[in-house]
C-alpha cells in the first residue's frame, strides 16, 4: 500500500496526486506507467508516472476523472492509501536528435513533463506546446516553461494563446519555417490520433504514448493489444511508447469502444463507498 | 382576430403568447427558459421579437399577442441582438465544444459521453445528445465567443440520491423551480445568492435529500443543459432502441417513453401520452432500470434434489412442477396472483388453475379482498369512478390511507392543479410520512372510526358533541358538500387490516354517494390489481370480472394460504409458506425467503421484460413493450404460463404472441382508452354478490417500498436513503 501525500483537483476534472513510493521513485524513468488500484473491489487502472523526487521518496501522477476507478480515486484524500505497481512499461527513446517538438494535452500537459526534462538534459531545443480546450483548463504551464526553450498555448475556444489545438500550433511552427527533427504526443487518444496525423504530413518522426485498456501490465492477458506498423503489440510491456505514424488509431478507438457497455452500466451498480457519488 | 408576423397574416387565440402562436403556425424563434408546461418567465431574452409601435424589443415568450399586431421575428440586427446575448450566456458555461473546430470527429469517435465528474464540454455531457442549448446555437449559427469564458468553479452535488447537480453547466433559465412548484406542487429548489453570483439550490445550498424534494426527475426532464442528470444512468447517452410503455411499479400506470442499449433497459422517462401529463415519480424514474438490471435475479430454472435448489434446463423444471402438481387434488392445489403481472399473464395464470380444476387463487394484495366485499355488491364491477385527470377540476380533493409519496405519486400532479384552482384538499392519514404539502393533513387514531364520523358530519352536521376528529370531519365534510365536484382517493394505508379496509371501502363509497362525487378511485396495493381484477384471476371472478361462484364448475374456492391447501403456485413471494403444504413452485424475477423452500423455481420478468396490457387505478388501459434481453434463462411470466399449461396438457394455451392472448382475454382492451367506470347499481339492484369465499388472505407486506414483493432497497441502494428519510423504513 502507498500513502497518498497530497491530491487536490489542478483544474477542473484533472486530479494531481502525489503518492509515498521511495522503492519506485529511486527506479522511474521517462515513459513509465504505474498501475494503481484505488481499494479492494477495484480494476487496475494504468496511469502515467508525470514526475519523481527520489530524495523525498515521491512520485506524482495526473488523472482525469473518466469512469468508476477514476471516480474513487478522484474522492481520496491526502493520508489515504492506494495499491500502486510501477514502473512499468519501456522507457522513452531519448537523445539529441537536434530540435524536438513536444506535445501535450489532458493529463498528458502534465505527463510529458519527464520526457521534455529528458529531452532538454540531453541537449535538445525543446518547443513544448500544450493545449486544451479553454483557458481554464490549462495548467502547468510554468513548470514545462522551465525545462523548454519554447513554450506555446492552444485552446479550442481562443480563450488563451492560439485557437485551435497542439497540431495547429505546430503547423503554424512549420509552416512560418520551423524545423523539427522529433516530435513526442500524449494526451488522450484523439489528441494523440490528430498531432500524429499532422507530424506525419509535416515529415516529422513522432513517438506517442498508447493508452488502451489494460489489465494485468506484464504482457500475459493480452487486453492492450494494439496494431502497430501492421504487427500486435501489448502496450503494456512493447510500449507505450510506440511510433505515431504506425499506429492503426482506428482499431485503438474500437478497442476502446468494446467495453463502454461494461463501463458505463457499472454506474448502475458500483458506488464509490466514499461520499456516493458513484451509481446507486 | 389577427396578427400579422415577417407579413403574413395569423388567427389568434384568445389569450395566447407571441410566442403560443408562432409556435403554433412553426414560426422559429429561439427560446431557453420557455417551456410549453410552465408559466413565462422572460429570463433568458434569447425570444426577443420586434413590435410595431413599441420602442423597444419586446420577449415573445411572455408578451400577449394583440389583435392587429405586426410582429417582425427574422431580421438580421434580432439574429445579431440574440446571438449577442447567447454569447453572453456560453461565456458562463463550458462552452469549448460548442465552438471547437474538431467538434464532429471527436464527438463521433467518443460516441458516448466521457464519464467526467466535472463536465466541462460537450464530449463529457450527459446531456449532448438532447441538447435544448446547443440547438440554439446551432440555429444561431454561434461559433465564437467575443467575451471571455469562465468557468464558475461551483461545487458539485453529487452525494444526493438519483440526482447529480452540476451547476458550472446552468444557465440560470429557472426551468426546474418551475416545474418544481409549479407542476409538482413540492418547490424543493428556488433560485439563491452565493456570495455575490445567483445559482439554483435548495435552502441554505443543503443535499436536495434534506429538502422537501420527491426526486421525481422532473428538473432533469425540463432542463435544456446537463446540469441535472441521473446519477445511474447520465452516461448512457442516447438508447439504441425506445419505445412506449407504462410503469408498473405502482397502480398509477404512467406512460414512459423507454430504452434500450446493449440488451439491457437502459433509461426510463415520462412520456408525454398519459394521463401523467410527462411527469412520473422516483420508482418509476429512476429506480426501473436499476432494479431490471439487478445483480440478483433468478436466471436459471431450478429444481431441489436432495434439499439444494440446482439448475436445470426448462424441460426438467416444468416436468418437475407438472409432475409434482399432479400428485394433488385440485382442491388441494393453491394460487398467489401477483398484482404485478399484465393482464394476459394473469388470464394465463386463472386459466391454467382452473384447467387444474382449482378456484382456489388470490391476489397478493391487501385491498382487492375488501374492495370486492365492498364494492361487489354496490357497483356492476369492482373499479373506480372518474380519472386520474378529473381530480384536476374538483373543488375537494379527500384522501384516505395513503399520502401520494409513494403509492400513486403522479395523482399529486394533478391534486396540485386542482389546488392551483383553489379547491381544498385534505389527506386523511395515520403514518407520519412526507406528504402534499399544501394538504389539511388529519390524523386520526382508525380509519375506520373517522370514515363514519365523517360520514355522520356529512349528514347530518354539528349534531355530535366536539372532539379533534369530529371538528376535522365536519371541516372536511362542509368542504365536500359545498365543492361542485369532489375527489375521493382511497389508498392502501386503510388496508391492513382486512375488516378495517372492507369497512373504510363500504363508507368510501357511501360518501361519494352522499356528495354526489364526481372521482372515487382506489389506489391500488399493485401495480395492475385493477387489471388481475379484470383478467379474473381471483375466485369467483372470470374475465371481465363476472361472478361464477354459484356455477359449480369449480371443486372450491378456497383460501389458498389457508388450510387443506398441499401445493402452491406462487408468483408473488408470500410472507410465509402455511404448514401442510408439501409441493412449491415460484415463479418470479427475484428470490425471496420462501423461493428457498420452492421445489421448482421458474425464473421470469419484470415488467420492463415482458408485453401485454396494464389497467391503472382509474381503468386507463396501458400497454407495455420491451427490447431487453432477460437474464441467462429468464423468460417473460407469459411465456412461462405457456409452457406451463401446454406441459400439464390443458386445453387453451396454444398462443405464439401476446395479441392473441389479449384477444382471447375478450375485454376492450385499447391501449390509451379507459375501460367503463364501475357504476354504482341502482339501489333496489344491490345484492350481495361476492361472499366470504372472497376472504381476503395476507395481510401483505407494504406494497409502496416493493415491487413483486422485493423490496426495491435491496437494489437500489438510494431509494433506501429516501425512503428511510421520509418515514418508510418500518
Ligand atoms: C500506459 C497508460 C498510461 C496512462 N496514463 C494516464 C494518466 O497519466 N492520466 C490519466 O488520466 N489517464 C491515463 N491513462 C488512461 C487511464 O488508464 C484510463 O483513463 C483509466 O483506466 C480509466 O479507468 P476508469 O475505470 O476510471 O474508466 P473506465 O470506465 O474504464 O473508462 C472510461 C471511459 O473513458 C475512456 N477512456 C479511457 N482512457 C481514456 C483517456 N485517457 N482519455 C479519455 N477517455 C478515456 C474509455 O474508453 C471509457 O469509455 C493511461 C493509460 C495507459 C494505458
Ligand atoms: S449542456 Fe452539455 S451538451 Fe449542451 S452545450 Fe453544454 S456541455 Fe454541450
Ligand atoms: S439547472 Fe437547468 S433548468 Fe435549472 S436553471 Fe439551470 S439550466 Fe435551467
Ligand atoms: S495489460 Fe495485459 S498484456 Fe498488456
Ligand atoms: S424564452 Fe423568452 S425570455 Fe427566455
Known amino acids: 500500500m502507498n500513502r497518498i501525500i ?68 478522484a474522492r481520496k484524500v491526502a493520508g489515504d492509501e492506494i495499491d500502486m505497481m510501477a514502473p512499468l512499461g519501456r522507457e522513452s527513446e531519448i537523445d539529441n536528435y537536434g530540435t524536438v517538438v513536444v506535445c501535450g494535452g489532458c493529463y498528458g500537459v502534465g505527463a510529458i513533463y519527464p520526457i521534455v526534462k529528458a529531452l532538454k538534459e540531453a541537449g535538445n531545443t525543446v518547443v513544448t506546446i500544450i493545449e486544451a480546450r479553454a483557458k481554464y483548463l490549462l495548467y502547468n504551464e510554468e513548470v514545462l516553461a522551465r525545462d523548454s526553450d519554447e513554450i506555446y498555448t492552444a485552446t479550442s475556444d481562443g480563450s488563451h494563446g492560439t485557437k485551435g489545438k497542439a497540431q495547429t500550433v505546430m503547423k503554424d511552427l512549420v509552416d512560418g519555417g520551423r524545423h523539427f527533427d522529433r516530435a513526442y504526443i500524449m494526451g488522450c487518444t484523439f489528441m494523440m490520433m490528430r498531432n500524429a496525423r499532422m507530424a506525419k504530413e509535416l515529415g516529422i518522426p513522432s513517438k506517442v504514448y498508447l493508452n488502451p485498456l489494460m489489465v494485468d501490465a506484464t504482457g500475459m492477458c493480452g487486453v492492450c493489444r494494439c496494431d502497430v506498423g501492421g504487427e500486435t503489440k501489448f502496450a503494456c510491456v512493447d510500449g507505450p511508447e510506440f511510433d505515431g505514424a504506425d499506429v492503426d488509431w482506428e482499431q485503438l478507438f474500437k478497442r476502446s469502444a468494446q467495453y463502454v457497455p461494461h463501463q458505463t452500466l457499472a454506474y448502475q451498480h458500483k458506488k464509490c463507498d466514499i461520499d456516493h457519488c458513484g451509481g446507486v | 382576430m389577427t396578427a400579422r408576423i415577417d407579413g403574413k397574416d395569423y388567427d389568434i387565440i384568445e389569450g395566447e403568447t407571441i410566442l403560443d402562436i408562432a409556435r403554433r403556425n412553426d414560426i422559429y424563434i429561439p427560446t431557453l427558459c420557455n417551456h410549453p408546461d410552465l408559466s413565462a418567465f422572460g429570463g433568458c431574452r434569447l425570444c426577443l421579437v420586434k413590435v410595431e409601435g413599441f ?45 471547437c473546430a474538431d467538434r464532429e470527429e471527436c464527438l463521433d469517435l467518443h460516441p458516448d459521453p466521457t464519464k467526467a465528474g466535472r463536465v466541462t464540454g460537450c464530449r463529457f455531457c450527459p446531456n449532448r445528445n438532447e441538447c435544448d442549448l446547443f440547438d440554439v446555437v446551432k440555429a444561431l449559427g454561434v461559433d465564437d465567443i467575443w467575451v471571455e469564458t469562465e468557468y464558475k468553479d461551483v461545487p458539485l452535488y453529487r452525494r444526493d440520491p438519483f440526482i447529480h447537480r452540476d451547476y458550472n453547466l446552468c444557465i440560470l433559465c429557472g426551468r426546474c423551480v418551475r416545474v418544481c412548484a409549479e407542476i409538482r406542487g413540492v418547490s424543493a429548489i428556488a433560485f439563491t445568492e452565493r456570495s455575490h453570483d445567483a445559482t439554483i439550490g435548495t435552502a441554505f445550498q443543503g443535499p436536495l435529500v434534506d429538502s422537501s424534494c420527491v426526486f421525481c426527475g422532473a428538473c432533469e426532464d425540463v432542463c435544456p443543459t ?50 401523467n401529463v410527462a411527469q412520473a415519480c422516483l420508482k418509476g424514474r429512476y429506480c426501473t432500470v436499476p432494479l431490471t438490471n439487478s445483480k440478483d ?159 355522520e358530519e356529512v349528514k347530518a352536521p354539528g349534531q355530535q358533541p366536539h372532539t ?236 409502496a417500498t416493493r415491487y413483486r414483493g422485493r423490496e426495491i432497497a435491496e437494489d437500489v441502494e438510494d431509494f433506501l436513503e429516501v425512503a428511510a428519510s421520509w418515514g418508510w423504513d418500518e
Open chain 1, 6 to 73: 497530497t491530491i487536490e483537483e489542478e483544474v477542473p476534472n484533472v486530479h494531481k496526486m502525489v503518492i509515498d513510493a521511495p522503492d519506485v521513485a529511486k527506479k522511474c524513468k521517462p515513459g513509465h506507467f504505474a498501475i494503481v488500484i484505488p481499494d479492494e473491489q477495484s480494476e487496475r487502472i494504468p496511469l502515467s508516472i508525470a514526475d519523481w523526487d527520489e530524495d523525498a521518496g515521491t512520485v506524482t501522477i495526473y488523472f482525469l476523472e473518466v469512469g468508476v476507478s477514476t471516480m474513487k480515486l
Open chain 2, 55 to 99: 420602442r423597444a424589443f419586446v420577449p415573445a415568450c411572455a408578451t400577449p399577442v394583440q389583435d392587429d399586431m405586426v410582429i417582425e421575428t427574422t431580421e438580421e440586427d434580432l439574429d445579431d441582438l440574440r446571438r449577442r446575448i447567447l454569447q453572453l450566456i456560453l461565456s458562463e458555461h463550458p462552452s469549448a465544444c460548442i465552438i
Open chain 2, 226 to 275: 446537463g446540469s441535472i442528470s441521473s446519477k445511474m444512468t447520465r452516461w448512457v447517452s442516447i438508447p439504441e432502441v425506445t419505445g412506449k410503455s407504462t410503469c408498473v411499479m405502482c397502480p398509477a400506470g404512467c406512460a414512459m417513453d423507454v430504452g434500450f442499449k446493449w440488451g439491457r433497459m437502459t433509461i426510463t422517462e415520462p412520456s408525454e401520452e398519459g394521463e
Open chain 2, 297 to 455: 435475479r433468478l436466471e436459471y430454472p431450478r429444481v431441489t434434489t436432495d434439499g439444494v435448489l440446482r439448475p436445470v434446463k426448462w424441460e426438467t423444471a416444468l416436468e418437475t412442477a407438472v409432475e409434482g402438481l399432479k400428485g394433488f387434488a385440485p382442491e388441494e392445489i393453491g394460487m398467489i396472483v401477483s398484482p404485478s403481472l399484465t393482464v394476459e399473464e394473469a388470464f394465463l395464470a386463472q386459466r391454467i388453475m382452473r384447467g387444474l380444476g382449482s378456484d382456489n387463487i388470490a391476489i397478493a394484495s391487501n385491498m382487492a379482498g375488501p374492495m370486492q366485499k365492498a364494492w361487489g355488491g354496490a357497483m356492476d364491477r369492482v373499479a373506480g369512478i372518474g380519472t386520474m385527470t378529473d381530480i384536476r377540476d374538483c373543488d375537494a380533493v379527500l384522501i384516505v390511507g395513503t399520502d401520494l409519496s409513494l403509492t400513486a405519486a403522479v395523482t399529486q400532479v394533478h391534486v396540485h392543479a386542482a389546488w392551483k384552482d383553489g379547491a381544498s384538499v385534505f389527506n386523511v392519514k395515520i403514518d407520519p410520512r412526507k406528504g402534499y404539502r399544501h394538504a389539511d393533513v388529519i390524523e386520526p387514531d382508525a380509519y375506520g372510526p373517522f370514515m363514519d364520523i365523517l360520514l
Open chain 2, 468 to 703: 379533534p376528529d369530529r371538528d376535522a370531519a365536519g371541516r372536511i365534510a362542509s368542504a365536500l358538500k359545498d365543492a361542485d365536484k369532489t375527489a375521493i382517493l382511497v389508498g392502501p394505508g386503510a388496508f391492513r387490516d382486512a375488516a378495517e379496509g372492507t369497512q373504510v371501502a363500504k363508507l368510501a363509497l357511501e360518501l361519494f354517494e352522499a356528495v354526489n362525487g364526481t372521482v372515487l378511485l382506489p389506489l391500488w396495493d399493485g401495480g395492475n390489481v385493477q387489471g388481475v381484477l379484470e383478467a379474473g384471476a381471483s375466485r369467483c371472478l372470470t374475465p371481465g370480472q363476472c361472478i361464477e361462484q354459484d356455477s359449480g364448475k369449480y371443486s372450491s374456492g378456497r383460501n389458498p394460504l389457508g388450510e387443506g391447501i398441499k401445493a402452491l403456485y406462487l408468483t408473488h413471494p408470500v410472507p410465509e409458506i402455511p404448514e401442510g403444504v408439501e409441493f412449491v413452485v415460484y415463479q418470479g424475477p427475484f428470490g425471496s425467503q420462501v423461493s428457498e423452500r420452492a421445489d421448482v423455481i421458474l425464473p421470469s420478468s419484470m415488467f420492463s421484460e415482458t408485453e401485454g396490457t396494464v389497467i391503472s387505478l382509474d381503468g386507463r388501459v396501458g400497454s407495455i413493450t420491451s427490447d431487453a434481453r432477460l437474464p441467462n434463462m429468464a423468460k417473460p411470466d407469459w411465456k412461462v404460463f405457456i409452457d406451463m399449461g401446454r406441459a400439464l396438457g390443458l386445453d387453451g394455451f396454444d398462443f405464439e404472441a401476446v395479441a392473441d392472448i389479449t384477444e382471447a382475454v375478450g375485454l376492450p382492451l385499447e391501449p390509451g382508452t379507459h375501460l367503463p367506470p364501475g357504476e354504482p347499481l341502482p339501489e333496489g339492484d344491490r345484492a350481495v354478490r361476492v361472499d366470504d369465499a372472497v376472504n381476503p388472505v395476507g395481510p401483505w407486506p407494504c406494497s
